[in-house]
């Protein structure tokens, strides 16, 4: 696997202890099976495209989006050099709410921090070291996947622009009634708000610890309590 040279946060764990985010990946091995279609949104270098990809299998179908143009070039080595060129389809749109464009910034050297969120935003505030800003395309989830809405597996994680991809979502939420989902939950970032959204909408929350195993959760008090805390969230 290709890994970014001046990356700070991904690159040294990977190489210290080849693994990344052990219960999030255990889960997601777990979740995706041959023959399924997997949705990824912030796939960064490809970590979690290359689980989902090998489990998959030939069959299976993989759509990975990461407008991180530097971070897109390195996905798009890693799923070449593995031979998934096949069943993975990479995208460089920034997915939101409307179609047009964005300005994404990218704070210093941290890989897995690039965000859309306006600098002001508080919850961000340690992201927002000295950084760059580069302007991207955006798309709506429900046009980026126009040709075909179906997914069984939706794997996101966009520094709490989760919101955003949402709301530009409507067909495809309606057309995957039984969506697993796997995001990371930041209380300061996403507030309240969101989890009111995936109980409103009829979903089931639950906690994933280290070993990839859940937990259900009917209390919206204990999420908020956490710094950040791995969701497994079902229809």
């Given at each position: 696997m290709y890994l970014d040279a001046e990356d700070i946060s991904i690159t040294?764990?990977?190489?210290?202890?080849?693994?990344?985010?052990?219960?999030?990946?255990?889960?997601?091995?777990?979740?995706?099976?041959?023959?399924?279609?997997?949705?990824?949104?912030?796939?960064?270098?490809?970590?979690?495209?290359?689980?989902?990809?090998?489990?998959?299998?030939?069959?299976?179908?993989?759509?990975?989006?990461?407008p991180n143009p530097r971070t897109f070039d390195v996905l798009h080595d890693n799923i070449w050099i593995n031979g998934f060129h096949d069943r993975v389809i990479m995208d460089s749109h920034a997915l939101s709410r409307t179609s047009g464009e964005a300005i994404l910034r990218i704070p210093g050297n941290y890989n897995a921090g690039s965000h859309l969120r306006s600098p002001d935003d508080d919850g961000l505030l340690w992201m927002n070291q000295k950084g760059k800003e580069v302007k991207v395309q955006t798309s709506t989830l429900d046009e980026a996947l126009s040709d075909n809405l179906h997914y069984d597996v939706l794997k996101i994680d966009v520094e709490g622009f989760e919101p955003e991809v949402f709301a530009g979502g409507k067909e495809f939420f309606a057309a995957n009634p039984d969506l697993r989902m796997i995001m990371e939950f930041?209380?300061?970032?996403?507030?309240?708000?969101?989890?009111?959204?995936?109980?409103?909408?009829?979903?089931?929350?639950?906690?994933?610890?280290?070993?990839?195993r859940t937990r259900p959760t009917h209390d919206d008090a204990e999420l908020m309590a956490h710094t950040v805390i791995d969701l497994f969230i079902t229809g």
């Open positions: 040294p764990t990977l190489l210290i202890r080849r693994l990344w985010e052990p219960g999030t990946t255990r889960l997601l091995r777990r979740l995706v099976h041959p023959g399924q279609r997997v949705l990824e949104v912030g796939a960064n270098i490809g970590w979690y495209t290359l689980q989902s990809a090998e489990r998959v299998g030939p069959r299976g179908h993989v759509r990975a989006f990461e930041t209380p300061v970032v996403h507030g309240k708000e969101l989890l009111d959204w995936f109980r409103g909408h009829g979903y089931k929350l639950h906690t994933i610890n280290r070993l990839g």
